[in-house]
């Protein structure tokens, strides 16, 4: 894989994570291509072969809803996450798609002040780098360490 | 003077509810001895999670941890996770094949019915060592659970008074679970939630069928529910169980998504409304049903979101819920991928169930310092009648009639 590629895909995860964590969350789905496949799951649903996600969604529409509903719907106590990101692991797709896989950390800070380690695990994307939106991603799919989320997942991953 | 007589339920009876039933800490002892362990039935797993002979997974009821089994001829048992010897759980890995269960600390051995069947060492290593001959090993062994299963839900009792599993249901739940569970199932994953708070504020947001509208405004606020949606609530005479459930507001034609997209053009709903498409896989027309059996059991229809839901009580302001989704082995692909969809409503992240998780841990902030106050619970009268309205608390107050008979208070 060379240089360029990587710097280009820890710019796109750089940026990404900085949109979730400055509650820029309608910037979010602009991250994906028009159909994506975005799902927050878990490393023992993945382990057994099962499908189920905690968030799921296969186009920037249902993640532009995740938003609203986040925005105009959803009631829950005012919070911030900060994520920190390791390097990513490239691996050569087809089509000018590369699989990223990036371990992940997620301290979730609370109005109150409550600041707990929320998420652990990795993302496992497919990016795409050729295209006038490019580089974003086509595929993210988020594994949790934990089968165990505290209270409530609002923000996403 | 235990902590149930020590204190006194308010003469208004189940129409309130004292504070002190979350933060005193004597009474959630008494409550894994009265209800956990007394004449409760409570759900274990379903059937699915054990598909082969020769498997186990664990499980809890209230906070003591239990090992659910099926043994080489298919029969289910349930034990609790405790070996005879030092008391170390016996299982440590959430699920496994295994012939017989061997304790990691010692390798003292046990058959999957959870029956004692061998000390390593017993008669010492060469003549030295070991137990006396009139020793007995298995005098104090882990508790065994009666095991009874409806429509592929396994349910354990302790208690040798719990009535059979069908009469403590009431016939209405029990039709009401067959109901759901109409095929074989096929698990689609888990996960858990902590919640900050008692389990009865669990238990009590699941029967309260009142904030459902107000608490959760997703439907509302994108525009989602074009009728006013006829349900109802039906109550079993012990007040514990109950169900809720109401007509699916659209047929799950086109229509429907039509009305949805016309929304989002106009600045309201959805701009991928697909997402909720309801097919009436039940052939009765009813788009959610929620029910529970006391004292932790939730099973859930969600349009074509299907999930169980039990608790772990970790510690009076320290909840586990625990959610197994599933389908029925016999969906297509369109109808697991429509299930896996439709999940999105449900869990920590649900659009619709989000807010459960937080409820409860508001209401745990709010009367911590508030015990001796009572909560009034009028909404709907003060009886626990089956009602053709969900604008009631009556199956809140089951739930307290229910607790009150287990707590003697």
């Known amino acids: ?102 371990n992940f950390m997620v301290v979730r800070t609370m109005h109150t002040g409550e600041t707990l380690l929320f998420a652990t695990g990795v993302y496992d994307d497919r990016i795409v780098l050729e295209g006038s939106e490019a580089p974003c991603f086509k595929e993210k799919i988020v594994v949790l360490d934990s089968r165990q989320i505290d209270t409530l997942l609002a923000i996403p991953l | 003077m235990t902590a149930a007589a020590a204190r006194r339920w308010p003469a208004e009876g189940v129409a309130r509810v004292p504070y002190w039933v979350y933060s005193d800490r004597d009474l959630f002892e008494e409550e894994q001895e009265r209800i956990f362990r007394g004449a409760t039935w409570n759900f274990l797993c379903l059937g699915a999670e054990l598909p082969k002979p020769n498997s186990y997974r664990t499980s809890a009821v209230g906070a003591m941890p239990v090992v659910v089994t099926r043994d080489a001829e298919g029969k289910l048992h349930a034990f609790e996770n405790r070996c005879a010897h030092r008391g170390s759980l016996l299982c440590i890995n959430e699920r496994g094949e295994a012939r017989d269960i061997v304790c990691v600390y010692h390798n ?171 097919v009436d896989e039940y052939g009765d027309g009813i788009g959610l049903q929620i029910l529970s059996v006391s004292p932790t059991f939730v099973l859930q229809q969600t349009r074509n979101s299907l999930a169980v839901r039990r608790l772990v009580t970790h510690g009076i302001e320290r909840t586990e819920l625990v959610w197994t989704i599933f389908g029925f082995a016999d969906d297509d692909e369109a109808m697991t991928e429509r299930r896996l969809q439709q999940a999105n409503l449900i869990g920590p992240a649900g659009y619709i169930s989000m807010e459960d998780g937080a409820a409860p841990g508001f209401v745990q902030r709010g009367v911590n310092t508030a015990a001796d106050v009572l909560s009034v619970v009028e909404m709907g009268g003060r009886g626990i009648k089956s009602e053709d309205t969900r604008v009631t608390e009556a199956s809140v107050r089951g739930f307290w009639t229910f607790y009150r008979a287990q707590m003697g208070l």
């Open chain 1, 1 to 102: 894989m060379n240089v360029e590629t990587t710097f280009k895909v820890q710019e796109l995860q750089a940026r990404y994570i900085q949109a979730l964590d400055g509650d820029k969350l309608e910037d979010w789905p602009n991250f994906f291509t028009e159909a994506c496949r975005y799902l927050v799951t878990t490393a023992d649903n993945l382990a057994q072969g099962m499908p189920l996600g905690m968030i799921y969604a296969t186009s920037r529409a249902m993640l532009r809803d995740r938003v609203r509903s986040l925005r105009e719907a959803n009631v829950y106590e005012a919070q911030r996450y900060r994520h920190m990101i390791g390097p990513p692991v490239l691996e050569e797709g087809e089509g000018g798609v590369v699989r990223a896989r990036t």
């Open chain 2, 108 to 278: 003292w051995s046990y058959d999957l019915a959870g029956n004692l069947t061998g000390v390593a060492f017993r008669k010492g290593m060469a003549g030295k060592g070991g137990m006396p001959p009139d020793a007995r090993p298995d005098e104090n062994p882990p508790r065994k659970l009666r095991v009874e299963t409806i429509g592929g839900l396994i349910f354990g009792t302790l208690s040798d008074k719990t009535p059979p599993l069908e009469e403590y249901l009431g016939p209405e739940i029990a039709k009401g679970i067959r109901r759901v569970m109409r095929a074989p199932v096929r698990v689609l994953g888990g996960y858990s939630q902590m919640l900050p708070s008692n389990w009865k504020l669990y238990m009590e947001n699941v029967k309260d069928s009142y904030h459902a509208s107000l608490l959760h405004t997703f439907f509302t606020t994108f525009r989602l529910n074009r009728l006013s949606q006829k349900g109802g609530l039906v109550i079993s005479e012990t007040g514990g169980n109950h169900i809720s459930y109401s007509l699916a507001a659209d047929t799950g034609g086109k229509e429907y998504e039509q009305a949805g997209m016309r929304a989002a053009q106009e600045g309201f709903g959805l701009e991928a409304p697909q997402m909720l498409h309801h």
